[in-house]
């Protein structure tokens, strides 16, 4: 049998019980430092052409199948899942996009922006899931660049997104976005993120409800670092939330003519949005520094009930040791007490009635 005993001292360190990796993963961000994207394995990649009469969708194996709708003369929402630097480049070349903006879709840990050019609008956030096995907020980055007409979406997952109902509603005529401007359909998509994070929140506000019942019955050890873990996973919404809400006020403040003035109400929708997100996040902050300061206060409440107890059990057998000290000592001389024969019971008595007594007196002044 090959045991490995470093694979259980590592517990003995009370470090371990805090795992710093996810620290590493939420902080450690250099803009500086060129990443390293995987190609994907697996890309798809779906087409929504459509008009308030027709619609027609269509999955593509190939990018340069993609590149006609843009003179196709009716909206189309290009949803791309999977990215990979050639088809990235594809695609925003033949729409005429800025280099520095293929960078940002191909980057990792960007921050959400907006960005605008005069036959362009770049969006760049994070849909965010939340992982019911390790407790934590996952994220995936997403691009959508708005051009005349037309809405191309890049995804880095091809197995997940939130877009499911998005696409349900497209399907069904007559609907306003249907009928309207392609900006319509990067407000929903902008919508649809935006009202997905609240369902990310919900999951770990449950998270913290469980946590808290924890730390109010004192009975896990582990407490502390079910705080801290959640602390991290807020500071994970916190990056998310605040630059989306600048990214909306962008779209609010621009004149770009790809925005049309009748949805600008649905661009305030999803800031109003934003902003409650953002305060409820500052909530949930609140809470866990009060758990962590509860948690502390109990674990000073028990030592000092520890403390206590241990202080009263010293005084009550000082007495007996001070007796016992007495009666100890390597000398007789004048001291005839020493050889009666009632002296070791009388000596024992004094031992037993004296703590009985300073018991007596601790308990009447409510020290206990």
């Not at 995936?140 to 890049?154: G, R, T």
């Not at 019942?213 to 873990?229: D, K, S, Y």
């Not at 949930?284 to 009930?305: A, C, F, G, I, P």
Request: with cysteine; net charge negative.
């Amino acid at each position: 049998m090959n045991l490995r005993p470093d694979k259980y001292l590592k517990f003995l360190n009370p470090v371990n019980l805090f795992p710093a990796k996810r620290t590493k993963q939420i902080l450690s961000v250099n803009p500086t430092i060129l990443p390293k994207r995987t190609e994907a394995q697996q890309v798809n990649i779906t087409v929504f052409d459509y008009n308030a009469e027709t619609i027609d969708i269509k999955s593509h194996a190939e990018i340069s199948e993609c590149l006609q709708y843009k003179t196709s003369g009716r909206n189309s929402w290009i949803n791309i899942d999977g990215l990979r630097k050639s088809d990235v480049e594809n695609v925003c070349n033949h729409f005429e996009v800025h280099p520095l903006v293929i960078e940002d879709i191909l980057s990792i840990n960007q921050r959400p922006k907006m960005d605008e050019a005069e036959n362009y609008i770049f969006c760049l956030l994070n849909m965010l899931y939340f992982n019911e096995t390790t407790f934590s907020v996952e994220q995936e980055q997403i691009s959508i660049l708005l051009a005349k007409d037309i809405v191309i979406s890049f995804q880095e997952d091809a197995t997940r997104d939130v877009f499911n109902q998005l696409r349900e509603k497209l399907k069904i005529p007559g609907t306003k976005l249907r009928q309207r401007t392609a900006d319509l359909l990067c407000y929903a998509l902008l919508d649809t993120i935006v009202d997905h994070y609240f369902l990310v929140m919900e999951k770990l506000g449950e998270r913290i409800e469980v946590v808290e019942e924890e730390v109010a019955r004192g009975n896990n050890p582990r407490a502390l670092a079910h705080v801290t873990q959640l602390r991290k996973e807020l500071i994970v919404l916190k990056r998310n939330f605040s630059p989306v809400r600048e990214l909306v006020n962008g779209m609010l403040r621009s004149d770009s003519a790809l925005l049309d003035d009748r949805h600008q109400k649905y661009y305030k929708d999803v800031y109003d949005h934003i902003v409650q997100a953002i305060d409820l996040t500052e909530n949930y902050r609140d809470v866990m520094v009060s758990l962590q300061d509860l948690h502390l206060n109990n674990t000073n409440l028990k030592l000092n009930e520890v403390m206590k107890v241990m202080a009263i059990v010293t005084c009550l057998l000082a007495p007996a040791t001070v007796i016992g000290g007495i009666f100890g000592m390597n000398f007789d001389e004048n001291v005839n007490f020493f050889h009666q024969r009632w002296g070791f019971y009388t000596a024992v008595a004094f031992m037993l009635i004296v703590p009985l007594g300073m018991l007596y007196i601790f308990r009447k002044r409510g020290w206990f």
